[in-house]
């Protein structure tokens, strides 16, 4: 949490605006009842004030027979043999008792239905509509008064609401934003071991699912924990304000309701743990299979994938059952709580409104807070299940944030201008490193050492895991070495920046990965630097112009995902123009034409003749008809140099480099 609250420092006057807002909306809550409260007790009763007579001209004149009444007097300046006039209710009829002494009235007011009846019977005045309506001019002037009053509350706290999210959505939305962008970025940072041990849904799931779920904290949760905790204190503090003995009657549930709480919190907080895990699960899962979907169709696996999508899809389904029924089970409690909650309230506050120690108005004020006192109560209770969802999806995202990438660029990087000169020396590499021993480690490579000249062509061939592809990703520095050095143009590549090592290396490798976009795109990966006539430049030495010619759109024409529309040729073709409009200084092939037919290899290998001129040129081949015009074969056995030299020479050494190649002569 109070990570996550570091992005909020940028926000910090918006936050403080919105609990500001939250207070007032808070205070326009708690001032609704009252209002109603208010107008019961005053206007709506209103008739149990006593009247006294007055001038026409005096403050709240009503007219009455001949002579005017008012209610708006000071009792402490009338004089002591003033009469009262009195507005009574008996059997649904009101009546104006007439020439009452200051007892009398006082009597008036808390009278039962014999002290009614008499007055009644010793001569009160059956009041007419028209009457009543001119004695209660005040009253009805009132009621309207406080409707206004209660419109204009609710116009305010609408507004106050509004503004309160409008601000809260547009803060979240900017920090899950930037989140959302600084865990992608993060990602692109790491290395490529992290990218071979993670699987790719889980990543998914951390940049879109798991930062939606933190939005919720920063939109909602906080304020509304704030907003929940402040009205429950705000209802106590009222309510006992207004009467202390009510308001114990009214709290005498709240111990179940805390215990209630407690254990759907703890029971909310493990169902939304497993909940997302199981989601990150599911969508590894459909990530990887919806990826190698050609594959499970080739050996007909769809029934078998099925039931394994079926089985993950059932565990998701439980989680989000047993968090449904968490909430099917509180709710219900809660309300059931409150309805208890307002009948006890219902019937302590009857029976003292009958015996004239509450007023009606106060009764009301009550029952509208006690049927809103247990909301914020069981919003409270969600909303900690909601905040540990978002923990638990925040701590998912720092654990990405916490991947440190093991390949760094360095502090302050040696200037240099790469012109490709390639120097191993004494060079141990191993990808899995068990134990604190370098002795006991799985070496790829073993003290090697070679130089390649600035435009030179040199060629790794060997049986698979000899260490070919190692050597590649070693000069891009993709993975750090043990012991030895690289050197490039006589500089350690630790002490050149990444960004300006890899930029000089143009990468051709046997697997193409073609992004959804259309045709130059995916050969300028949207680099602005490079013009559509580069672009063009680059297609037509490798031969994919003509068939991108005849494409629909030619270079706009759209392309899927890993370019399933096209053939493995044209994607090898896409990958070579790639390379190229990059225009390096050092070309690194890997089987890049392993996949081209033997008429497209043709022209490719006439377009890399053309263009290794005056390149550093690294190619790591199989079929060794591909490599023989190499300047320099380097041949790998069990990640150690076995033979060097030209295509001729080493078939008169009679080695390991010619029995690959009679093996190969005889396969054709």
């Known amino acids: 949490m109070k990570r996550l609250l570091k992005y909020l420092k940028p926000h910090k006057w918006v936050m403080t605006a919105a609990t500001i807002l939250v207070l007032f909306i808070i205070v326009v809550e708690l001032y609704r009842p009252i209002i109603i409260g208010d ?16 001038d026409v001209n005096a403050e709240g004149a009503v007219s009455y027979n001949d002579f005017y009444l008012t209610r708006d007097f000071d009792a402490e300046t009338v004089a002591s043999d003033t009469t009262y006039y ?30 009614l009846e008499k007055h009644v019977a010793d001569g009160a005045v059956l009041l007419e509509r028209d009457q009543l309506k001119e004695l209660r001019y005040y009253d009805f002037r009132g009621i309207l008064a406080a409707a206004g009053l209660y419109l204009f509350m609710m116009l305010l706290g609408f507004i106050l609401n509004a503004a309160d999210t409008w601000m809260l959505q547009k803060m979240g939305q900017n920090i899950i934003y930037e989140m959302r962008e600084e865990v992608f970025t993060h990602i692109h940072s790491l290395s490529l071991n992290f990218f071979n041990n993670t699987p790719v849904g889980k990543l998914v799931t951390r940049v879109s699912n798991d930062t939606e779920a933190v939005n919720e904290l920063f939109t909602t949760i906080l304020v509304r924990l704030f907003k929940n905790v402040v009205k429950i204190i705000g209802y106590a503090i009222v309510m006992l304000s207004i009467d202390k003995r009510m308001a114990g009657v009214s709290f005498l549930l709240l111990p179940a309701v805390g215990v209630l709480t407690f254990y759907f919190r703890y029971m909310s907080r493990k169902a ?13 899962f459909l990530s990887e299979h919806i990826s190698g979907m050609k594959l499970i169709q080739i050996f007909a696996r769809e029934k078998e994938k099925y039931q394994e999508f ?33 009948i006890i309230v219902i019937g302590t506050g009857s029976h003292s409104v009958l015996n004239d120690t509450l007023s009606l108005g106060t009764l009301f004020i009550f029952i509208s807070y006690i049927s809103s006192f247990f909301e914020p109560i069981q919003e409270l209770a969600e909303q900690f299940g909601t905040l540990q969802s978002s923990l ?31 120097e191993f020396k004494n060079v141990w590499f191993a990808y899995e490193k068990e134990g604190d021993n370098p002795e006991n480690w799985h070496y790829i490579l073993k003290d090697v050492s070679f130089v390649i000249e600035p435009g030179q062509k040199v060629a790794f061939v060997g049986a698979t895991g000899a260490g070919k592809s190692t050597i590649l990703n070693l000069i891009g520095r993709y993975f750090d070495i043990q012991k030895g050095e690289i050197l490039i143009d006589g500089v350690n590549i630790l002490d050149i920046d990444t960004d300006v090592l890899r930029g000089a290396i143009g990468q051709v490798q046997q697997d193409v990965f073609i992004f959804t976009g259309d045709i130059k795109s995916n050969i300028s990966l949207n680099n602005e630097n490079i013009r559509l006539e580069e672009i063009k430049r680059a297609a037509t030495i490798v031969n994919a112009d003509p068939f991108i010619q005849k494409m629909p759109e030619g270079y706009d024409s759209p392309v899927t995902e890993r370019g399933s529309t096209l053939s493995a040729g044209q994607r090898q073709l896409l990958s070579f123009a790639r390379t190229l409009a990059y225009n390096p200084s050092i070309l690194v092939l890997d089987e890049a034409t392993a996949n081209i037919d033997t008429e497209t290899e043709s022209l490719i290998t006439n377009a890399l003749e053309k263009l ?44 390991l480099y010619k029995k690959l190649y009679d093996l190969q002569l005889v396969e054709a």
Request: glycine letters at 4%; proline letters at 3%.
């Open 39 to 54: 107008a019961i007790d005053d206007y709506i009763n209103g008739y149990y004030s006593p009247y006294v007579v007055c």
């Open 86 to 115: 009195q507005i009574l209710l008996y059997e649904n009829q009101y009546y104006m008792a007439e020439a009452l002494s200051l007892e009398e009235s006082l009597a008036l007011v808390e009278a039962d239905s014999a002290l």
């Open 272 to 284: 939304y743990q497993i909940t997302r895990n199981k989601i990150t699960e599911l969508n590894t």
């Open 310 to 342: 079926e089985t993950k899809s059932h565990e998701l389904f439980r989680a989000n059952w047993r968090e449904t029924m968490t909430f099917a089970i509180f709710r219900p409690s809660i309300y059931l709580l409150s309805v208890v909650a307002m």
């Open 392 to 422: 638990a999806s925040a701590e998912k995202i720092f654990s990405i944030l916490d991947e440190q990438p093991e390949i760094v660029s360095p502090a302050n990087p040696t200037d240099v201008t790469i012109q490709g000169r390639i």
């Open 612 to 655: 290794m001129d005056g390149r550093t040129t690294i190619m790591v081949a199989h079929r060794l008809s591909t490599i023989q015009h190499a300047d320099k074969i380097i041949v790998m056995h069990h990640g150690k140099i076995r033979e060097s030299g030209s295509h001729q020479e080493l078939l008169k050494q009679n080695g």
